[in-house]
Every structure is written in C-alpha cells, then in structure tokens.
C-alpha cells in the first residue's frame, strides 16, 4: 500500500472494535468516543470524520446503554448524524456490523442466506437497534452517499452452530478493507451482481455473512467466500 487508508471505528472499548482494530494494526486507525463530541453538534462529527476513507460502524457489539431510548436515540438519530458527516467528508466506504442473531427466531435446523428476511424476538433491544442501524445505514447506501458493505456476524463468544472465531473474523475483514472498488466491481460481476462505486450509477449495499466453517454451521457463507476468492471452487 502506497497510502495507508484512514480508518475509524465506533463504539471505542467494546470487544468487537478492539479486534477490529487489532486486525487494522497497519492502518491510521482510530476511534469514535462519543464522550469527547458534541453529540448535537453536526461540526463535531464532521471534524472527527475529517479525512477518514473508511468508517466502521458497530449497529451491534458496540455501544450499550441501559436505557432502551438511548440504545434507540444512538442506533437511529446518532447513527444518522453521523453518517451524514460522512458523506459531507467524502468518506468512501462504511462497513455496517451487525449480527447473525437477526435471525434467531427461524427454526435451527434451517440453513439460512443474506436473501432471508430477518426474524427476531423485537423484545430484545439489542437486536431492534442492530436493525434499526442497519435500515438507516441502507438509506445512505441506496442514496449513493457511499458503499456500505453490511457484515452480519456469528457468535465470537460461544462455540454454536454459529461460532465466529476472532481468527476468521480479523482475516476476513481485512480482506474485505484491502479490497479497492476495482475489485469489488470485478468480483461481483464474477456473480453477474454489480457492486460499484458510490460515485457510479448501481448498488451501493451489500449483504454479506460470517462465520466458521464447519459441518451443521447454521448461515451459508457462501456469498462473501466468493466474493473474496472469485472463481474458487
């Protein structure tokens, strides 16, 4: 890499931005901490998103709060602001994660794919926000503000029929931040599926599932597989 890309992540402790961040050891990396913004102030967010290429937002495993209305004010009005920010900055690329868990509520012994609907107990406030986040990061991307690549993770922390290790997780992801839109564009079209540039006519969201391989794994990794090695049987 000639330039190293700027990349921030939200939701700054949290165990899931930690890996991130372990896996992006040779990226300009850093985080967003709420607690030294002003919230309801749009040029904060825009002085902390001032040159960042890349933006990873945390719709699950990030920020927590006992309080339902402030996991739903982060997940919905704050997520928005500051992916408007992003878009003012120019940022090129935002990667939602969000979680596997959106499904739970579909029978165990069915195998599922990124073109289900997802299903989950609402009463789990964890989850509607991770939804929430997600439908408001899907706005921008279907507004051609920028690419959002929508990564639903497995279960880093119990060994399930939906286990994630941190291992496949750190590698994965760092293919996908090494990918160029060049290479997404390729790739895709390698499944006869375009996935331009958001300065380009075409889609700008994708759904992509992670988590480990193995027999009775609960989600077909299928798509990001191919995705990452074109033409790999």
Known sequence: MS???????????????????DSLENYNTKFLDLSMIDINSHESYNEILKDINIYVHL??????????????????????????AAG?????????????????????NLTITENWEVNYPASEIDLLCANLAENVCKEFARDRVFEVVNLRLGNIDKKDNTFLSEETLKNKFLQLINF???????????QNEQFVSARKKGANWINLHLQDSFDNQKYLTNKIEDLLNPGVI
């Not at 990030?62 to 919905?76: A, E, F, L, V």
């Not at 003012?88 to 165990?108: G, Q």
């Open 180 to 190: 160029d839109n060049e290479e997404f564009e390729r790739a895709k079209a390698a």
């Open 59 to 84: 719709c699950h495993g990030g920020y927590k709060d006992s309080n339902p209305m402030k996991m739903i004010d982060y997940h919905t009005r704050i997520t928005y602001d500051i992916l408007f």
């Open 3 to 21: 330039n190293k890309k700027n990349i921030l992540i939200s939701s700054k402790d949290s165990n899931l931005s930690n890996i991130f961040s």
């Open 88 to 108: 003012k900055e120019n940022v090129e690329k935002v990667f939602a994660i969000s979680t596997l868990d959106l499904f739970k509520n579909y029978e165990s």
